[in-house]
C-alpha cells in the first residue's frame, strides 16, 4: 500500500539544507490573500504516490527553513495547518491517487477556515512553460497541453 497513516506522522522542524540543482524543480507554493497553489512536478507526483507525501523547503536565512509539505489523508476534506517552521496541507486520499494516476490535471478545495469566504487550496500538475525562459530547469515538468509540437 502506497500511502500509509505513518507517512502522515511527520512533524515539520527546521533543517538545514544545501541549496542544489535537485532542488530547481521540486513542488511550488503560491500563497495570495485566501488563496494557496500548489504545483508539482513529475518527481513530486511520484513521490506523492509512492511515500504519500512530498516536502519542498525554503530557505529563509542561515539555519532557519521554511518547509511546505503536501499529505495524503484518510479524512474525507482537506486541511491545511501552521507548524512551527512552515505549513502542512492535507488532501483526502482519493484526490491524491486521481492526481498521481494522471486522470485529473489539478484538484481544489474550499477549506472552512472560520471566515465566510473560506481558504481556497489548488493543487495542480505543474506544466513548462510556453515561452523559453533562461535559467528555468524545466525537464521535470509536465509537457504543456497547449504547447505546439
Known sequence: MPFSVEALLVVVKPVIHQID?????HMKIRIKDASIRLRLSMDDMSTLAQQGRVVAVCP???GVDWEYGLLVSDQQEAAVSLQEQGIQIR???????SLTNLSEVGHSFLIDNGTSAGLSLLIERDFKCL???PGEAEGNLYPNPLARE
Do not use: F, M, T
Request: net charge negative; proline share 11%; glycine share 0%.
Open 60 to 62: 529563509i536565512a542561515p
Open 21 to 25: 540543482d535537485d532542488n530547481l524543480n
Open 91 to 97: 488532501i483526502p486520499r482519493e484526490a491524491a491517487l
Open 131 to 133: 515561452v523559453d525562459r
